[in-house]
């Protein structure tokens, strides 16, 4: 296998990070439903309107959303739709581990009934 020039990994992780936060998988929960103001994400994520346009921006610069202006508003939209399936595969994976998880205590000599 042929090594990973480090600015790709650098990239990589930066993608990840950004994917790291709770409430930037908040808003992009919110804005799947379809596109919002600034306002309705504010209302939605019982936050402060900087603390939601600070995540916007930072999703903004890295092409993750995109933003439509609407006369004194601007309506944001997902823009790489690789967002849902990443979130797909690692809800499914962390499903699976749950539920093997809940086996093993279920399977437990103390949790069965006599």
């Given amino acids: 296998m042929k090594p990973v020039p480090p600015e790709v990994l650098e990239q990589v992780a930066e993608y990840f990070n950004i994917l790291s936060n709770p409430m930037r998988l908040q808003i992009l929960n919110l804005l799947g439903e379809g596109e919002k103001c600034v306002q309705e994400l504010v209302e939605a994520t019982k936050t402060s309107q900087a603390n939601v346009s ?6 903004f610069q890295a092409g993750i959303i995109n933003r439509r202006p609407d006369g004194t508003s601007a309506y944001y939209y ?37």
Avoid: T
């Fill in 54 to 59: 600070k995540h916007l921006k930072i999703m």
């Fill in 78 to 114: 997902i823009e790489d739709s690789l967002i849902f399936d990443l979130s797909h595969l690692v809800c499914n994976h962390l499903a699976d581990k749950i539920e093997k998880q809940a086996l093993k205590f279920r399977n437990l000599p103390i949790a069965k009934k006599n």
